[in-house]
């Protein structure tokens, strides 16, 4: 079955802690992306990586950091440096480098305690 | 800056009826344009995209149209059913980064 599969689809954090959500792709994509939705906004980019370990930082890099060692993985960890950590977060995934639609994994909600 | 703007957070249409969804864009760059749909606590889906060299797309119910001299583009959906219920989002290809809409809900009337 292919697809994107982010987990868990609920994380509890306390604060000062670090957490890591994970993503897996099985559809061979080289492109992975990370994003943030708040309540009322548009997707916001994190980090993007076009290829294996290679990463960029996006808009709101601040306090997450990243690795891809695989094409199949990307995991996003969130440390205890963002402030705002409580969010809906959104992987995506995308073939090659031209304009082609990304396909989204079914996002990971993060709650700080 | 918001590069690609919804300027319209809801939008509630009678069942059966054309819902048209706007979007306007500032960066003349710009050369691809989706359209995502997204139901609560899931992921966006992609519905339809245009390339900058059209100005017209269709797919079953859904045509997108792209003004480029008005750097603008809107989603019609014809005709709009209860499944439709859900947030749109709009966004645009620069340097091989999407660059999002913040959404525009649709409501579907019975």
């Known amino acids: 079955d292919g697809g994107i599969t982010q987990s868990p689809k609920y994380l509890f954090r306390k604060e000062g802690q670090n957490v890591t959500l994970s993503c897996e792709q099985n559809l061979n994509h080289d492109a992975m992306y990370w994003y943030r939705q708040d309540p009322g906004q548009g997707l916001r980019l994190i980090y993007y990586?076009?290829?294996?370990?290679?990463?960029q930082k996006g808009d709101i890099a601040e306090g997450y950091s990243v690795s891809r060692e695989k094409k199949e993985s990307f995991p996003l960890t969130v440390t205890s440096a963002q402030k705002n950590p409580t969010a809906f977060y959104l992987c995506?995934?995308?073939?090659?480098?031209?304009?082609?639609?990304?396909?989204f994994g079914q996002g990971t909600r993060l709650t700080v305690v | 800056d918001q590069q690609v703007k919804q300027n319209s957070p809801s939008l509630s249409v009678q069942e059966g009826r054309i819902s048209i969804l706007n979007c306007d864009y500032t960066?003349?760059?710009?050369?691809?344009f989706l359209w995502y749909k997204k139901y609560p606590a899931e992921g966006p889906t992609f519905l339809i995209s245009?390339?900058?060299i059209k100005d017209k797309n269709e797919d079953g119910r859904f045509t997108v149209f792209l003004n480029k001299s008005a750097k603008h583009l809107s989603l019609h959906i014809v005709p709009s059913q209860p499944g439709d219920s859900a947030v749109y989002f709009c966004a645009a290809y620069s340097n091989y980064q999407l660059i999002w809409g913040a959404g525009t809900k649709l409501i579907i009337k019975p």
């Open positions: 960066n003349s760059m710009f050369d691809y």
């Open positions: 245009i390339s900058s």
């Open positions: 990586s076009q290829i294996v370990n290679d990463f």
């Open positions: 995506a995934t995308r073939q090659g480098a031209t304009n082609t639609e990304a396909f």
